[in-house]
């Protein structure tokens, strides 16, 4: 079972950048595929980024191509969002999420995703 914390949400003016972190507990990290995924009110949860279980496999939804990265570090247990050049539309809470069944590349459906942290929110002011 992953425990799932998230850190590094804040304000920032468009155009700023933000790193968000992702902590998990437990000694099993390298099982799980992980994903990043935001929710904006009233709106539903939606993909921004996964990673596959090693780090050799990513996707990102079109809209943070070329701004957001994600990564990994399996000795440390943690997973990271750099994301560069937001946008206010990118303002929204920010979730990881751990896949144990994930197939190579990880699902986008965040229905999916077995474990989730609490969330952080992230908010970009034009």
């Known amino acids: 079972q992953a425990q799932l914390v998230e850190s590094g949400g804040g304000l920032v003016q468009a155009g700023g950048s933000l790193r968000l972190s992702c902590l998990s507990s437990?000694?099993?990290?390298?099982?799980?595929?992980m994903g990043w995924f935001r929710q904006a009110p009233g709106k539903e949860r939606e993909f921004v980024a996964t990673?596959?279980?090693?780090?050799?496999?990513?996707n990102y939804v079109d809209s943070v191509k070329g701004r957001f990265t994600i990564s990994r570090d399996n000795a440390k247990n943690t997973i990271s969002l750099q994301m560069n050049s937001l946008k206010p539309e990118d303002t929204a809470v920010y979730y990881c999420a751990a896949d144990f069944f994930a197939p190579y590349v990880p699902t986008i459906n965040w229905r999916a995703y077995e474990y989730w942290g609490q969330g952080t929110q992230v908010t970009v002011s034009s």
């Open positions: 437990g000694r099993t990290f390298s099982s799980y595929a």
């Open positions: 990673i596959s279980r090693g780090g050799e496999s990513t």
